[in-house]
């Protein structure tokens, strides 16, 4: 599957692209997911963002074996358009168990540039049975806590805002621990006031028309969104586990088993 909107710079796309080919083609491995990450897929770009794609690749079967095993992390060169690098699965695996959220943010990214829909469910699947949400929502809650530390300019606000809005979509469906990636669909699949919507709409459309957002504050309705938000969601920091570590590990053995031998 693909999904590139028009919106992005087609030099750029096949210059990732190829970046992507020369991966596998330099690395002996498969590419089964890659997307973009980043501002752009979070849905707020700046006109300068810069490129984040994020892959997920599969190594040969006896790779995995190897007493001296090459790195679970392969990057292409960083410049200020280019910041393309990819997890191995085995890695990507070990995380998802350990209740890492940037894995089923890359899964539900709205920017495809290349990708197999079975692997994406096959692991979303194995998201949903051991994802914690107690450890997804202190991830964010900590995400935000940790950006509100920093000097919190208008530009930067977007990045207590999404997880603030990530919370609040937590809140408002218990069963799941895998919320979507861009922050104009957390808002439009939560019990959001119209009003906090209305005015993120305005704030993302100021910034994808300027370089420079200023020194100016945010919004007092969502900054108002925001600190009720946090404050309703300090109670992740109490949630116990929602499984035992080795059933979880046990569930992710089989995938990864039977994933290797559907790509090496």
Not at 5 to 15: G, I, W
Not at 22 to 49: K, L, M, N, T, Y
Not at 185 to 206: G, K, M, N, Q, Y
Request: glycine residues 4%; negative net charge.
């Amino acid at each position: 599957m693909r999904n590139v909107p028009p919106t992005l710079d087609p030099e750029v796309v096949a210059e990732i692209d190829r970046r992507l080919v020369g991966v596998e083609q330099d690395h002996g491995v498969r590419v089964p997911w890659a997307i973009e990450s980043g501002s752009r897929a979070w849905g707020f770009p700046s006109p300068d963002s810069d490129y984040d794609c994020r892959f997920l690749f599969v190594r040969r079967s006896d790779d995995y074996l190897a007493l001296w095993p090459g790195r679970d992390v392969i990057e292409t060169p960083l410049d200020a358009v280019f910041d393309v690098n990819g997890w191995d699965l085995a890695k990507t695996v070990r995380l998802l168990v350990n209740g890492n959220a940037t894995v089923t943010e890359w899964l539900r990214s709205p920017i495809v540039y290349s990708g197999d829909e079975g692997f994406r469910d096959r692991l979303l699947t194995l998201a949903a049975a051991v994802a914690d949400r107690g450890r997804i929502g202190r991830h964010y809650l900590h995400v935000a806590h940790r950006q509100q530390e920093r000097d919190l300019t208008l530009k930067r606000f977007f990045y207590v805002l999404r997880p603030a809005s990530t919370l609040r979509w937590l809140h408002d469906h218990p069963e799941s621990a895998t919320p979507p990636m861009d922050l104009s669909t957390l808002l439009a699949d939560s019990t959001v006031p119209s009003h906090v919507r209305d005015a993120t709409a305005d704030l993302i459309e100021l910034k994808a028309r300027t370089r420079e957002m200023g020194t100016a504050t945010a919004p007092d309705v969502l900054q108002r969104f925001v600190a009720d938000e946090l404050d309703r969601a300090a109670g992740f920091d109490d949630v116990p586990p929602s499984s035992t570590a080795t059933e979880a590990r046990q569930i992710a053995e089989d995938y990864f088993r039977a994933e290797l031998r559907r790509w090496s």
